[in-house]
């Protein structure tokens, strides 16, 4: 085999990159658990809970497990990430998972219509968020550093 014709091999997602995707989408689910935990106990958020029959183990559970699979999917697709519209890409569809996730806490079961367009709105703003962080990370690595 011809050594020019190698595939790059750091191009491909590692382990350590997919686990640390991950562990970032576990600690924004984390965040997202908080902020329930807090409504649950200063708010409204028990009665919610229950009128939506979940309760509150349950709802952190989807959003740790929401946030886990997302952060996997950007971890395995890191690569595509590579170009602006890839990045808009993986970031579409890392959202899906997660805000299905979000949406069954929020959204009452009975209702497959509202449930179906938070995941769309969550997997556009996936969409659009990621095209803008690559923009962004393009945008500093630009930048001259200090004199």
Same mark, same amino acid.
């Given at each position: 085999?011809?050594?020019?014709?190698?595939?790059?091999? =750091?191009? $491909?997602?590692? $382990?350590?990159? &997919?686990?640390?995707?991950?562990?970032?989408?576990?600690?924004?689910?984390?965040?997202?658990?908080? $902020?329930?935990?807090?409504?649950?106990?200063?708010?409204?958020?028990? =009665?919610?809970?229950?009128?939506?029959?979940?309760?509150?183990?349950? #709802?952190?559970?989807?959003?740790?497990?929401?946030?886990?699979?997302?952060?996997?999917?950007?971890?395995?697709?890191? @690569?595509?990430?590579?170009?602006? #519209?890839?990045?808009?890409?993986?970031?579409?569809?890392?959202?899906? @998972?997660?805000?299905?996730? &979000?949406?069954?806490?929020?959204?009452?079961?009975? =209702? @497959?219509?509202?449930?179906?367009?938070?995941?769309?709105?969550?997997?556009?703003?996936?969409?659009?968020?990621?095209?803008?962080? $690559?923009?962004? =990370?393009?945008?500093?690595?630009?930048?001259?550093? @200090?004199?």
């Amino acid at each position: 085999m011809d050594p020019s014709r190698k595939v790059k091999t =750091e191009s $491909w997602p590692s $382990w350590t990159r &997919i686990a640390s995707c991950v562990a970032y989408g576990i600690g924004l689910a984390f965040l997202y658990s908080v $902020w329930a935990v807090l409504i649950t106990v200063f708010g409204r958020g028990a =009665e919610t809970l229950a009128s939506i029959g979940i309760s509150l183990k349950q #709802l952190i559970a989807s959003y740790l497990g929401g946030g886990a699979i997302g952060g996997a999917v950007v971890g395995l697709a890191w @690569p595509v990430t590579r170009w602006r #519209l890839g990045a808009g890409v993986v970031g579409y569809v890392a959202a899906i @998972p997660a805000f299905a996730m &979000i949406s069954k806490g929020l959204v009452n079961a009975r =209702e @497959p219509g509202a449930f179906w367009f938070v995941v769309l709105i969550g997997s556009l703003v996936g969409f659009f968020a990621a095209m803008w962080i $690559w923009s962004d =990370e393009r945008r500093q690595r630009q930048r001259p550093g @200090p004199p």
